[in-house]
């Protein structure tokens, strides 16, 4: 079974500052990888995401993210981050290929961006 | 970007009451999704639909159905509402094949049961 490892809890940042959220999967074949936000009162959003070729990913807002396939790891990152920023980060995984279309998700990073 | 809707967004109600959750998308998609989302925890999926009449249990076991009769429609009942079911329900779509599919999310029903 696939599984999802998010180290941070809650991070506190202030703005300017660089930002990056580790994620970590355990799964035994090929993956596609996905970072979604959730920001204060609003839906859960696409940030960027990984299938295939390049494993540096860029995504909306100046966000990336790294897919290093011997360490099992798809971490986001921001050199300055915003106070308007601050939301909640989840980094999801699914094994690709078959019929196999269900994403497990990790618990989440809670990013708050000081002014 | 799929445009997904979810009725009601806030719904509190006593136990023993039948409820529907709704959830309708009008980008065509295939395949749908019910996950269910704890404060501080990971989205947890409970029902999921690969096409019209095609329901599936998720991974987090669940006393709620689901049914799925047309495309753009999967709603999820709970015949009878308790305390515990109280939390965030969030639907979601997708429609690629398996090496880009991408699922996208409505804006979630919170339930609480008194």
């Known amino acids: 079974a696939q599984s999802v490892s998010q180290h941070n809890h809650h991070v506190i940042l202030s703005e300017a500052a660089s930002l990056e959220l580790g994620c970590n999967y355990s799964?035994?074949?090929?993956?596609?990888l996905f970072w979604y936000v959730q920001y204060p009162g609003q839906h859960l959003q696409l940030l960027l995401k990984?299938?295939?070729?390049?494993?540096l990913v860029k995504g909306i807002k100046g966000f990336e993210a790294e897919f290093i396939k011997s360490k099992f790891s798809f971490n986001l990152r921001k050199p300055s981050v915003q106070w308007s920023d601050t939301a909640e980060y989840f980094c999801?995984?699914?094994?690709?290929?078959?019929?196999?279309?269900?994403?497990?998700f990790g618990k989440g990073t809670l990013l708050t961006v000081n002014p | 970007e799929a445009d997904i809707y979810q009725t009601p967004r806030y719904l509190v109600i006593g136990t023993g009451k039948k409820i529907t959750l709704e959830c309708s998308q009008t980008?065509?998609?295939?395949?749908m999704y019910w996950y269910q989302q704890d404060p501080g925890m990971e989205l947890h999926l409970i029902h999921y639909?690969?096409?019209?009449?095609?329901?599936e249990k998720g991974d987090l076991s669940s006393e709620s159905t689901v049914s799925r009769i047309r495309t753009e429609h999967f709603p999820l009942t709970l015949e009878s509402a308790r305390p515990s079911h109280t939390s965030q329900y969030l639907c979601?779509?997708?429609?690629?094949?398996?090496?880009?599919?991408?699922?996208?999310f409505g804006p979630g029903t919170r339930l609480t049961v008194l």
């Open positions: 979601a779509s997708s429609g690629g094949i398996t090496s880009t599919d991408t699922q996208y």
């Open positions: 799964y035994g074949g090929t993956v596609n």
């Open positions: 990984y299938f295939s070729g390049d494993p």
């Open positions: 999801a995984v699914r094994g690709s290929g078959g019929s196999n279309y269900k994403l497990t």
């Open positions: 980008m065509g998609h295939d395949k």
């Open positions: 639909s690969y096409g019209v009449n095609s329901t």
